[in-house]
């Protein structure tokens, strides 16, 4: 028992991360627990233990209420955000910093129960996370009372400053967190995008409101629940939005999408006099990866090359899925030799990454063989205005030289300036109006 109990612990993801990220973790888990304690025994007693238990029963109320939208919100990222944290911000402001620590753990040991599999030490950093930020926020409302004053108006302005902490607290760590745990993470993977800003925002608000109403009785804690779950409705319309642009398989833009940007891009081109390029790719017989190895090891290969494409490219680029195994890059800015410069960087990055080693990390096929499994693109480039003076045109031309590619032995980039009306390759015909999808070739 007691050598399977040690292996378990040796098998613990904890022992998985970097140093810098094992210490960060560590530390704020003691550092927690030790307030925690300094908290529960500085408590001078258990009045307003019924503000604790209508804050926690309420909150779990309006949890349970809203679990279907969450799970629905959760399958849209990694990094997810929810207007949980109002019922901490509404404890850290009206109670004692041990009772308001109660109400942080007793709603995340009930998370930890109706989550099923979840990975230990990434729970206790979390709610470690969350009693540090109660404690933070409870400091800055008695600071920001001594400071005000006792009027309204300054009650209103503490009460705002301490859900500003809590929300500052929790982005912090967090952040700092996931950019140790995953090495190179974007802004908006470490913090959020404007989006999730605006969950902290309205779960800070909504605190506010729910402590005022509080103060007067716990039962206002209750009339907060219809209120919170409609609010928590009506966090799904950005991820609706981004999902009806995303094209699934790849998460690269639909086509649609697609073009509604660049024809924007389009009328800036032509007010700033300015250059633009699109790019037509497609991947080298990709037909025979579907047949050789199954379509679940392509659509592999399919994200892969997506994810190489993306990294590959500025931000201010628009990438999308033209179709099949097809994808389309607006560059703006772009004149000719900096689009083939683009289009060359690209090609040599699909034809040098290891796609075996990347597709056999989510499947695990014995025929992907990292010596053999390998993929390359040919591409088409057509730039504004030489090319066409509109979306149309501009993939149309590059259509034909991404065939000339083909054509000339695939593993290649050619120009449709470079192509003449008589030589160039006749492609079958395929709708390229707005919303749609090409149809693939499988060449």
Known sequence: MVAQSRRSV???????????????????????????????????????????????????????????????????????????????????????????????????????????????????????????????AHAVFSSARDLFGGSELALVASMVVTAITFVATDTLLCGLAISLIVPGSSRQETVGGIDDLCIDATAAM???????????????AFVAIPITLTAQRALLL???????????????????????????????????REPMAVLLI???????????????????????????????????????????????IALPDTGIDEATVTADR??????????????????????????????????GVSVYPADGITVDDLLQCADRAMYAAKAAGRNRVRLAADLSPMTAPKPAARPVASGAAAPTDHS
């Not at 799970?71 to 509404?90: S, T, V, Y």
């Not at 506010?208 to 039962?219: N, Y």
């Not at 090609?347 to 063989?369: E, F, T």
Request: some cysteine; aromatic content about 8%; hydrophobic content about 50%.
């Open 346 to 379: 690209l090609r040599n990055a699909v034809a040098g990454s290891p796609l075996a080693a990347m597709c056999a990390g989510v499947l695990d096929s014995p025929d992907l063989d990292l010596n053999t499994f390998h993929l390359t693109v040919s591409i």
């Open 238 to 272: 950005g991820q609706l939005e981004s999902e009806a642009q995303t094209d699934p398989k790849t998460s690269l833009t639909r086509v649609d999408w697609w073009r509604r940007q660049t024809e924007e891009m389009l009328r800036r081109a032509r007010t700033q």
């Open 10 to 136: 040796r098998k613990w993801a904890l022992w998985t991360l970097t140093v810098p990220a094992f210490v960060f973790v560590v530390l704020v888990d003691f550092a927690a627990l030790g307030y925690g304690v300094q908290a529960f025994t500085e408590l001078p007693s258990w009045h307003g233990i019924d503000l604790v238990a209508a804050l926690t029963v309420s909150a779990l109320i309006a949890v349970e209420g809203a679990r279907r939208v969450e799970n629905r919100r959760r399958r849209g990222g990694a990094l997810h955000k929810d207007l949980a944290p109002a019922w901490m911000i509404a404890a850290a402001i009206i109670l004692h910093p041990a009772l308001a620590i109660l109400v942080v753990v007793l709603l995340r040991i009930w998370w930890r129960i109706r989550a099923g599999k979840c990975i230990p030490y990434r729970w206790a950093f979390s709610t470690s996370v969350h009693v540090l930020a109660v404690g933070a």
């Open 206 to 220: 909504f605190g506010c409101l729910l402590a005022g109403a509080c103060l007067i009785s716990p039962w206002f």
């Open 282 to 328: 497609d991947i080298d017989h990709f037909k025979q990866v579907n047949d050789r190895h199954g379509h679940l090891v392509g659509d592999e290969a399919l994200r892969a090359v997506a994810t190489i494409l993306r990294s590959a490219i500025r931000a201010k680029d628009v990438i999308g899925r033209f179709g099949g195994e097809e994808f389309v």
